[in-house]
């Protein structure tokens, strides 16, 4: 059963500066009014998961064919804008060609494409013969005075801008839902982050990675709070439980960051463990020092990751049913609290 989620956004209007003034003082408007709008967060269409591993073959995926589409819809662009009639019905003729073989790939998306306007275009640039024109010429062919410059029909503009609008509009509404679909899974593409599973290396359990996070959570909240009791004893133990997790989630990295991991698991992050850990075994542990280097951690290392993956994991979990459960109630089994 597809899963939908509809997302309100808040959109704030506001007249500023001396026109607000009057308006003000005219019609005692409120500063800023408030509307909502919903975003549909379905799922994509299930035909794209042919173009998308571990079906497609890498560099042969929807967003290949899409990247090829922007290039020849921008050289065509180029062209009209510097009004190269010697290149510009071939730049026309391979962008017409292509946005129709792209626009057949997924069928549940052929209407998004403005592929009226980019047969008008072809007419009004004359490369393409309109059925009521009875003309043996076109128009790319008139003979222009010496030293005369051809010009463009104002139509052309308004055509380009059509073309590029339907682009755009149905990128705003669907690219989201890819990458939550197609890029947030690891390599071996068996699962995504709501159902990721890792052993965790102080437990040795196989659990659901959100589990994982929640005990490297509990484990950064134990130091604090280790630190400010003052006690060497959980401070150390405590920091230790925290950088086997830390460091044994810098590795999983590599689980779906397949180029370059070495992105992700920064010399400076390995530095600011290395300085926590060296700062808990001292006789006399510095609180000043290990404060910094946590909040530190967390800004260069934990908000980011949160930020690009926290909205993808809560998606994916109602697309899957993957939801928190009510705790469990007396009487009630183990394993019928399973997937929390």
């Known amino acids: 059963?597809?899963?939908?989620?509809?997302?309100?956004?808040?959109?704030?209007?506001?007249?500023?500066?001396?026109?607000?003034?009057?308006?003000?003082?005219?019609?005692?408007?409120?500063?800023?009014?408030q509307q909502t709008k919903t975003y549909n967060f379905d799922m994509p269409p299930k035909s794209l998961d042919a173009f998308y591993p571990p079906v497609a073959r890498k560099g042969k995926n929807y967003k290949a064919y899409q990247d090829t589409l922007g290039?020849?819809?921008?050289?065509?662009?180029?062209?009209?804008?510097?009004?190269?009639?010697?290149?510009?019905?071939?730049?026309?003729?391979?962008?017409?060609?292509?946005?129709n073989f792209v626009a057949n790939l997924i069928p549940e998306w052929k209407d998004r494409y403005a592929l009226n306007e980019v047969e008008e275009l072809g007419k009004v640039l004359g490369f393409v013969k309109d059925s009521a024109d009875t003309s043996k010429e076109q128009k790319k062919d008139t003979v222009?005075?010496?030293?005369?410059?051809?010009?463009?029909?104002?139509?052309?503009?308004?055509?380009?801008?059509?073309i590029e609008y339907s682009c755009k509009s149905c990128h705003v509404q669907e690219i989201p839902k890819v990458y939550f679909r197609y890029y947030w899974m690891t390599r071996d593409m068996k699962m995504n982050m709501a159902t990721f599973r890792v052993k965790d290396p102080l437990t040795g359990k196989d659990v659901p990675y959100r589990d994982f996070k929640e005990n490297l959570t509990r484990d950064y909240y134990a130091v604090l709070r280790a630190i400010d009791k003052g006690s060497k004893t959980e401070l150390r133990r405590n920091v230790q439980n925290f950088v086997k997790r830390f460091n044994y989630n810098q590795s999983l990295c590599s689980k779906?960051?397949?180029?370059?991991?070495?992105?992700?698991?920064?010399?400076?992050?390995?530095?600011?463990?290395?300085?926590?850990?060296?700062?808990?075994?001292?006789?006399?542990?510095?609180?000043?020092?290990l404060r910094r280097t946590l909040q530190e951690l967390y800004r260069a290392n934990c908000t980011g990751c949160h930020r690009v993956h926290y909205p993808a994991t809560y998606v994916q979990r109602i697309w899957y049913d993957v939801l928190p459960k009510a705790p469990q109630e007396e009487g009630q089994s183990q394993e019928q609290q399973e997937n929390k």
Request: charged share 25%; hydrophobic share 40%.
């Open 1 to 33: 059963m597809r899963k939908v989620l509809f997302i309100t956004l808040p959109a704030l209007f506001m007249v500023g500066g001396l026109y607000y003034l009057l308006l003000a003082q005219e019609t005692q408007q409120p500063q800023e009014t």
């Open 71 to 99: 290039r020849r819809f921008y050289d065509l662009v180029t062209d009209i804008n510097a009004i190269d009639i010697e290149v510009l019905e071939e730049s026309y003729i391979r962008f017409r060609d292509y946005i």
């Open 144 to 162: 222009l005075p010496i030293g005369a410059k051809r010009s463009l029909d104002p139509k052309v503009a308004k055509l380009l801008a059509k």
């Open 256 to 289: 779906c960051h397949e180029e370059d991991p070495y992105l992700f698991t920064t010399p400076t992050i390995a530095t600011l463990i290395r300085n926590l850990d060296n700062e808990a075994n001292k006789t006399i542990p510095n609180k000043e020092v």
